[in-house]
């Protein structure tokens, strides 16, 4: 888990401090906070119930910036009453890494959910007309092991190649299922031998060497070659279908913020794929630490070890009237991504800003187009937002964020 209080360092880059376990309010913190929320609860309008006036949250910023103040005060003494404590979902500054899939729908969901609900929809559509590229979305969407789906789709293009190019061949026409390279990689391939009856296969038994067995048979009848060219194709050109990361935007008082400062394992955990690619890299390191080696060489390559354990940054925005703009990024986003997502949120879009660090770095114009993974703005940051013109800054009475993007802030 990582804290998100301390984030930044010099230069372009943010450090990160050791995590700090954080305590609960003190009963005097709770009944203030109590008492604050019950004092907003009365100073309804006619606006919904969502929507929380500028000057009640700025109220609200005012009184927990004490509370956190004075329970800090106690979290020495206190400290050792936590440490056994449970960890709950109340502790995370996200619960999870959420994603949009436009070629299908509106939702939002997690990684895993999406998975299943694209594979869900192909396979209904392999009832459909187009069952051939359907098929090919299922090899590329519904296996996992990039080096599994490539060999297997070689070897599927190897077969219809085979035809196009000698459509009168016999031999070409018939694929031994006992055959050792379509056991290892074709049979176990998703959608695999799907794609092979849309290209006109049929499972036949043939006599081979005096034995019966299993054969896949071309008919041009099922598929002919103009057909079979299209597949070939097609099962070339699929791709995986794309999931955007969404930003899961947030708006967070204070003590929120401070209370809400670690990053779920969806975080960091890595696939299969990239674990077994890890341990292809260690056996690699292993190698070399038998290598005369300097310094500057063994350093470099353990910060490119330890990079590659980040997958996503989680960016909160502080705005001088304290109130907190967060969102998820991939660590390979562009800095630039931040400053349009800021920009997107604030009142006036136009508005010219910095990003600081907490002790005071700006991030410059040069840091635009570094990613995240190279400004050190992983896993967790805290940037400080500016008005580069004073005379130019937002009016008390609005803020700094547009109206609906306050409706956002959760009650405690």
């Given amino acids: 888990m990582c804290r998100l209080t301390e984030s930044t360092n010099s230069?372009?880059?943010?450090?990160?401090?050791?995590p700090v376990e954080r305590v609960e309010p003190t009963v005097e913190a709770k009944t203030a906070g109590q008492a604050a929320l019950a004092r907003l609860e009365t100073k309804t309008n006619?606006?919904?119930?969502y929507k929380k006036s500028y000057e009640a949250i700025k109220a609200q910023v005012k009184l927990e910036l004490e509370q956190e103040k004075k329970a800090q005060q106690n979290d020495t003494e206190l400290k050792h009453e936590t440490e056994d404590k449970v960890r709950d979902n109340s502790l995370l500054a996200v619960t999870d890494v959420y994603f949009r899939c436009p070629y299908l729908s509106n939702e939002i969901l997690p990684r895993d959910e999406w998975k299943k609900k694209i594979k869900e929809f192909l396979y209904d559509q392999l009832k459909g007309e187009e069952a051939g590229l359907?098929?090919?979305?299922?090899?590329?969407?519904?296996?996992s092991g990039r080096e599994k789906i490539n060999n297997c789709v070689e070897t599927l293009g190897?077969?219809?190649?085979?035809?196009?190019n000698n459509p009168e061949a016999e031999k070409y026409r018939k694929i031994r299922m006992h055959n050792k390279i379509f056991q290892e990689k074709v049979l176990p391939v998703e959608g695999a031998l799907d794609f092979l009856h849309a290209a006109g296969f049929r499972q036949t038994k043939l006599l081979h060497n005096d034995v019966v067995e299993d054969f896949l048979v071309w008919d041009p009848e099922n598929c002919d070659i103009v057909n079979l060219t299209m597949l070939s194709?097609?099962?070339i050109s699929a791709e995986v279908i794309p999931l955007e990361l969404d930003r899961n935007l947030q708006v967070l008082l204070p003590m929120q913020a401070s209370q809400r400062s670690e990053l779920p394992p969806s975080f960091f955990n890595l696939t299969p794929e990239e674990l077994r690619r890890e341990q292809q890299l260690r056996t690699q390191n292993v190698e070399k630490s038998q290598m005369l080696r300097t310094r500057a060489m063994r350093e470099t390559e353990e910060k490119q070890q330890r990079l590659r354990k980040y997958k996503y940054a989680l960016i909160r925005i502080r705005f001088p009237d304290d109130i907190i703009l967060q969102g998820t990024f991939s660590v390979h986003e562009k800095f630039q991504n931040v400053v349009d997502f800021v920009s997107e949120n604030i009142v006036n879009s136009e508005t010219s800003f910095m990003l600081k660090g907490l002790i005071g770095e700006t991030f410059n114009k040069k840091c635009l187009d570094k990613t995240l993974l190279e400004l050190e703005l992983f896993p967790a940051a805290l940037l400080i937002f500016a008005v580069k013109d004073e005379s130019k800054k937002p009016n008390d009475s609005t803020g700094y964020l547009k109206e609906e993007i306050l409706s956002y802030v959760q009650s405690i």
Avoid: F, M, P
Avoid at 46 to 49: E, G, I, Q, T, V
Avoid at 134 to 143: D, R, S, Y
Avoid at 158 to 164: D, G, M, S
């Fill in 11 to 18: 230069g372009v880059s943010t450090s990160r401090v050791e």
């Fill in 46 to 49: 006619n606006r919904s119930k």
């Fill in 134 to 143: 359907t098929a090919c979305l299922v090899i590329q969407n519904c296996n």
């Fill in 158 to 164: 190897k077969y219809l190649e085979n035809i196009i």
């Fill in 233 to 235: 194709e097609a099962l």
